[in-house]
């Protein structure tokens, strides 16, 4: 299953999966590039920690509480750095900001725009039309 399918994974699999106190490994992080354009929810509750979207993007399902591991690829050097920074960073990300993340992430969803306005107070400044 995919992060980005129809299923809605994040709202049925891994609620359920964290219930049952299951591990989840997550292959293809980034949704083969899906992922790492410039989604505004990861800049506007990660963007003093993060600097590029593939660390949003790589912390998308690192974030999830069910999620135990990420298998990211790392074609060079710069990408496997970037991927290992990625653990200080998660450990200086509180609480609260990872409900935020996630409900924000909900809110948004990852797909095609259906004009419903529940993202407005996530995408202010980013998006074009939500000032």
């Known amino acids: 299953m995919s992060l980005i399918r129809i299923e809605r994974v994040e709202d049925q699999v891994l609620p359920l999966a964290a219930e049952w106190d299951l591990g989840v490994v997550v292959n293809f992080p980034t949704a083969n590039g899906i992922l790492t354009g410039d989604i505004g929810i990861f800049y506007n ?9 593939y660390q949003g993007a790589l912390l998308f399902p690192l974030l999830h509480p069910a999620v135990s591991c990420v298998l990211s690829g790392m074609s060079t050097q710069a990408f496997a750095d970037e991927n290992c920074a990625l653990g200080s960073i998660i450990e200086n990300i509180s609480e609260l900001e990872r409900r935020q993340f996630w409900d924000g992430i909900q809110a948004v969803g990852i797909g095609p725009c259906h004009s419903c306005g529940r993202c407005a107070p996530y995408t202010r400044g980013v998006l074009p039309g939500r000032s």
């Open 45 to 53: 509750i990660l963007g003093s920690y993060i600097t590029t979207p």
